[in-house]
């Protein structure tokens, strides 16, 4: 039998429109703590609201060295996480600086688990080894870079990296070969604050008029001040051939309270993105949420302030092992920044980086969690899974791939818009792969093999 239309809408509503009701208590999205309980760790016993909220005290109280990190820590987990935790900063190539805030919403009674702790504070016990093939600066930022700190990949736009400094270092970033502090492990290619650098920078991006779109980023935003991004800001929107620019920033997700309290700064941003209305072009905030958790009643006010002024902010999250690689988990990450109004943009599959190979996923995790992501809120609000091609390939859809070997691990990607023809590599940590897998990679005259098998099946 058929039924028209119109046979529908005479029908009772309750028949006609079959879904059921929502209990609203599931629809965790709209929920989140208005902000984390800061007085449960001893350091912080005595500190007032107004100290809490204020972006000057969490950036003064901000910890950058281990011993006192760990010092901050007693009394709130074991002694062996203690010491797992001396043992793997000792291992890390990464600087430390994590603010109060942060430390403030980590579960402490649960710091293995804790999807903040994994991103921040390293421990030994939870180490694996490098993966063979890779190297620091997997993506070949530098060797694509005609002036320091300005690396110009693709045909229209262009990173530039105006310093190197951040409100906090995260252990999985792509840039540990340039971010932070020297470590003992890694020598890093500085890229300072530096006005005779940025003349450099500028001169290059208005003599390439097929350049129209800007990523200031770093380092980060959060740390440049306000006259200094006013002035990055100004100097790129006068440029003719420039349309886009980005201003990307980890701070809304590790300080929001510079956003409330840093008039200074705010202002500083906001004039720019009023500048760049006034002359037709696109100033927007890019920044990096990875967890549900990351968002508070103060990022909720953060958000809403910047909303209020009209600033876009989209969000790059990186896929991350323990943290955020599972189907609910992402969900509920890209419901609360649609919510928030935040346009999840790209989720990362995690890159090549030193010392961190146990935060890394499988090429297949984050497909099957793509699938789960789309057609769950607007498509908009629905990001797309790259893998950032080893070896200056650029970003790809992860679902692009040309040939996916899930035994070794071994993907293969084209990318014709940057190089016609070339190949490149992705490769999945080995200690998920199957356990032949496991044992080719644990011969080294395999490894060329199985990726010379990958690059012939790839066509
Ligand atoms: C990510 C990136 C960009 C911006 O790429 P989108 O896909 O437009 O976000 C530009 N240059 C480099 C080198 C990059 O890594
Ligand atoms: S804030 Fe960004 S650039 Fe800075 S350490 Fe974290 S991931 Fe790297």
């Known amino acids: 039998m058929t039924v028209s239309l119109l ?7 309750e028949i006609a429109f079959q879904k059921p009701a929502v209990d609203p208590a599931t629809l965790l999205h709209k929920s989140m703590p208005e902000a984390p309980d800061w007085r449960r760790i001893p350091a912080y016993a005595d500190v007032t609201e107004e100290q809490f909220l204020d972006h000057k005290w969490q950036a003064k109280k901000s910890i950058t060295r281990t011993d006192k990190l760990l010092e901050t820590l007693r009394g709130l987990v074991s002694d062996e996480f203690i010491k797992d935790a001396t043992a793997g900063f000792a291992r890390s190539p990464m600087s430390v600086r994590v603010s109060p805030y942060l430390l403030s919403l980590i579960d402490w009674n649960d710091p293995y688990g804790d999807p903040l702790r994994i991103q921040f504070i390293p421990v030994a016990s939870r180490f694996l080894p490098d ?13 694509d870079a005609p002036v320091p700190g300005l690396t110009h990949r693709y045909t229209d736009k262009a990173l530039f990296l105006p310093l190197d400094t951040c409100p906090v270092y995260c252990r999985f970033c ?25 003349q450099q920078a500028y001169k290059y991006i208005a003599s390439r008029p097929e ?26 929107l006068k440029m003719d051939n420039i349309r886009r620019i980005r201003l990307a920033t980890k701070g809304p997700a590790v300080m929001p309270q510079k956003i409330l309290t840093d008039h200074e700064w705010i202002d500083a941003v906001t004039r720019v993105v009023e500048l760049g209305r006034k002359l037709h072009k696109d100033v927007v905030m890019h920044t990096h949420f990875n967890h549900p958790n990351e968002i508070t009643g103060i990022t909720r006010d953060a958000l809403n302030k910047l909303f209020e002024r009209g600033i876009l902010v989209r969000n790059q999250a990186v896929l991350q092992r323990g943290v955020n690689d599972s189907p609910e988990t992402m969900k509920l990450l ?16 995690h890159d090549l980086v030193q010392g961190v190979e146990d935060l890394r996923t499988t090429l297949d995790t984050a497909t099957m969690i793509e699938k789960h992501v789309r057609g769950s809120t607007a498509g908009f609000n629905t990001p797309t899974f ?44 080995i200690d998920q792969l ?21 690059l012939a099946k790839s066509g």
């Open 174 to 198: 792509t840039r540990s070969y340039a971010v932070g502090i020297d470590t003992e492990d890694v020598e890093k290619t500085h890229f300072k604050v530096d006005e005779e650098r940025w």
């Open 334 to 349: 890209v419901k609360r920044l649609g919510h928030l109004h935040v346009q999840p943009y790209y989720v990362y599959v």
């Open 211 to 236: 350049l129209e779109d800007i990523v200031v980023s770093g380092g980060d935003a959060y740390n440049l001040r306000a006259e200094q991004l006013e002035a990055i800001g100004t100097t790129l």
């Open 386 to 429: 790259v893998v950032d091609a080893p070896g200056g390939g650029g970003k790809r859809d992860a679902h692009s791939y040309e040939h996916y070997d899930r035994t070794t691990g071994v993907s293969v990607f084209q990318s014709p818009s940057v190089k016609e023809g070339a190949r490149y590599v992705y490769f999945d940590p």
């Open 7 to 13: 046979d529908l809408t005479k029908r009772a509503p």
């Open 131 to 143: 993966h063979p093939k890779l190297g620091l600066d997997s993506l070949h930022e530098r060797e």
């Open 434 to 454: 199957p356990a032949e897998g496991k044992a080719r990679w644990a011969d080294p005259r395999e490894h060329q093999v199985m990726i010379d098998e990958a």
